[in-house]
Each structure stands twice: as C-alpha cells, then as structure tokens.
C-alpha cells in the first residue's frame, strides 16, 4: 500500500464522509503546481474553488502572514489591534463602499447579510416585524448552513436538514420577469451569485445583472451580489458585476480574500446598510482578526494593482477560444464562463465529470466535477500561458480516449 493510499484510508476510518475528494493525497504546493506525498507533481486547475486565485505560497501574502505571527494573531473584538482599521477602510474603497463587517467564512459571509439585511428592512424600510423576505435565484450556492440549505433547491444539500428557515423566495437565476414579480412590500433584498459557480459556472444572460440593479432601486430592495467565488480578479475584474457596470449595495466576499493563507470573509456595504448593527447583535470571535487583517490587507493592496485582473482576462479570452474548440466534436457539449473561469460539459459518451477528473488526476491535473457531467476549471491567477496549454493538451487527450 502506498503512502497516499494509507493517508487515505486512514482519513476513511476518522473524519465524516462529507466530501468524495480525489484519490490524491498533497504535501506541498508553490504558484499553480501541487506536489502529492510520493513526489509526483499536479497542475492546480481548480485553485481551491478561487480560494487561490493568488496560486499557492505567493511570497507577498506569506511574508504579510510571517510578519503579523511574530506580533499578534488574536485579541477577539472585545479589543482593538492596529491591523483593523487600514483593512476595513481600504476594502471599503476597493469596494466603493464605506464599511466592513469582517467574518472568517464565505457561510458566515452570507449569513450575516441575511441579518443585516432584515435588520434594515425592519429597521430602515419599515417591513413589518417577522414579514421580511429575500429572493435567491434557483441553482444558488452560497453555503452549507441550516438556514442557507433552506433556500437551496439542491435535494442533496437539503436531505434530512430540516425544518427550513422561512422568508425566501426562489426565482429562476437570469429570469427578470419573474424576479419582477416575485419583489412586494415586504421583500428587503435580492441575494444573488452573479455567476453561479456550483450550479457549473453559470453565467447570466446579458443585461440581467444590470435589469437586477435597476428594479431593486427602485422598488427600494437591497442587491445583494455573492462575489465569493467570482470576485477578486477571477473573472478578468475585480468583481463580476464591473462586467455589467454594476454596483450592488453589498458585496459579500471570501475565499481569495484570505489568499490561501486564512480563512477571511466580508460583508461590504454603505453606512446606511451596515449602521443597523449595534454592539452585541452580532458577531465572531476570529472575525476580523490581526492575521486575518494583515494578509487580507495584502490581497487588496495586490488587487489595487490590476496585474490580478489583467491576467484573467487575458489569459481567461485564450482559455475560452480554445475551450470552445472543443464544442461540437462529440465529447463536450457545452463551455461557460469569464476570465479565468469555465464550466465544461461532458458528453455522456466520455463519462461522468467525476470520470474524466480522475483521467485528468492521472495525466498530471487537477479539476473537479460538479452536477455529474460538468467539470469546472479555474487554475490560480498566477498560471503561465505555458502551463495552461498543457493543462488544456491533457484535457483533449483525455475527451479523445
């Protein structure tokens, strides 16, 4: 039995069965490439669900985390920590907005959007106690907790977790019409990914992000953009609503804002939005913390650059044009996305997406599959042309066997 083998078992017999991983077991990992415990070496083409949208180990973010290790890592907010003022202003004005409610997880992100923005409808627009309402759209994924499962139309993430938390309503993702129909006086928000990475990287038809900015304005309704995944850079922008010339009232961010390092997470708003919190309604211990502050004050200062945001469009144009390639010679079906991002449906003739993963995993890449016939690909920022090309060689061999 190999040492890969045994980790794995092992992980079998003590940890819950929450995840079907690929059978490969990672030591290390520097930019866009993993290095498994026997020494062979992976093409990260996944980059921890954008998580890594910087690549593994990038020197700027390890030193930032180096540096804050040898001061201070947690006070909790019952103290200030001279990392957290210069991390909320200057997301903020990434964002353009004017404050931040920091968490640790892309979850705790969206849950406290959901109470902030009831809080507001009650609070601001007058909703009558107990009768707010959000509008999520079909195929949404922003998490795994008992009150986001109870807006998801995933079954599988549903199963046995009920009762259901009340007050939402879901509409078809990318249909305005019905989203028109569904906002009433007691709706406070519209919460929406604005590309749908679990559901397979769904983008939305041209103008919906724009028609959601209007008719939430005007009827008074928060939007609510989940950029967790498609944020910070990963679409060729900083956020995927600048495709549209959007802005929301809030952004909820994660993943790449803790740069691989730490888990950081924001909820991203104007004062008038996030002013309704007051001390004790809500909160989180590692919330906001100095290391947490320190790397992602990094992240931003690597965004402002637009070096990130450059690269995934460009690159992210040429992965497109040669992703289409595949289109119509009977192994792929269907290829969506932006930037460096793409969702890639497999022909049943070829096999599952978990199928082609693992032929994928043989030849040297790493991707996963998502819905049973889509695999995502979504390889860090930092990816050479080179490297690319060689992850999309191994893709062609594999869809031609």
Not at 214 to 224: A, G, I, Q, S
Not at 332 to 340: A, K, S
Not at 380 to 401: F, H, I, M, N, Y
């Amino acid at each position: 039995m190999s040492m890969s083998e045994r980790l794995i078992a092992a992980a079998d017999a003590h940890s819950a069965h929450n995840y079907h991983p690929l059978p490969v077991v990672v030591a290390s990992a520097e930019g866009a490439w993993m290095t498994d415990v026997e020494g062979r070496r992976y093409l990260d083409m996944l980059a921890g669900y954008s998580a890594l949208n910087f690549g593994h180990q990038h020197p700027r973010l390890i030193e930032a985390a180096r540096a804050q290790l040898d001061r201070v890592t947690l006070t909790s907010r019952a103290f200030h920590h001279d990392r957290f003022a210069a991390f909320c202003e200057q997301l903020a004005e990434l964002c353009g907005m004017e404050m931040v409610l920091p968490m640790n997880t892309g979850a705790e992100a969206v849950e406290t959007a959901v109470k902030t923005a009831r809080k507001w409808g009650y609070r601001v627009k007058g909703v009558p106690d107990g009768q707010a309402k959000i509008i999520v759209a079909s195929g949404n994924f922003h998490g795994r907790t008992t009150t986001i499962v109870s807006f998801s139309t995933d079954e599988e993430a549903r199963a046995d977790h009920g009762p259901f938390t009340p007050g939402f309503e879901v509409v078809p993702y990318g249909d305005l019409a019905a989203l028109q129909s569904a906002v009433d006086e007691h709706t406070v928000a519209v919460l929406l990914e604005p590309i749908q990475g679990e559901a397979g990287v769904l983008v939305p038809p041209a103008g919906y992000l724009a028609g959601v900015r209007e008719l939430t304005r005007e009827r008074n309704v928060l939007f609510v953009a989940d950029e967790i995944q498609s944020g910070l850079g990963r679409t060729g922008a900083t956020f995927a609503c600048e495709d549209e010339g959007v802005r929301p009232d809030v952004y909820l961010l994660g993943k790449a804002l803790g740069g691989g390092v730490v888990p950081v997470s924001a909820v991203v708003s104007s004062r008038e939005v996030l002013g309704v919190h007051r001390p004790g309604e809500h909160g989180s211990t590692f919330g906001g913390n100095p290391l947490a502050c320190a790397v992602g004050l990094e992240v931003v200062a690597m965004l402002r650059e637009g070096e990130y945001q450059r690269r995934a469009k460009e690159l992210g144009a040429h992965l497109h044009r040669e992703l289409a390639g595949l289109v119509g010679g009977g192994a792929v079906t269907e290829v969506r996305g932006r930037g460096l991002w793409a969702g890639v449906d497999i022909h049943p003739s070829r096999g599952s997406g978990r199928d082609i993963s693992e032929k994928l995993m043989a030849r040297g890449v790493l991707v996963k599959d998502t819905h049973g016939s889509t695999i995502r690909i979504a390889p860090p920022l930092v990816v050479s042309r080179e490297d690319l090309d060689w992850g999309l060689d191994q893709l062609r061999t594999v869809l031609a066997t």
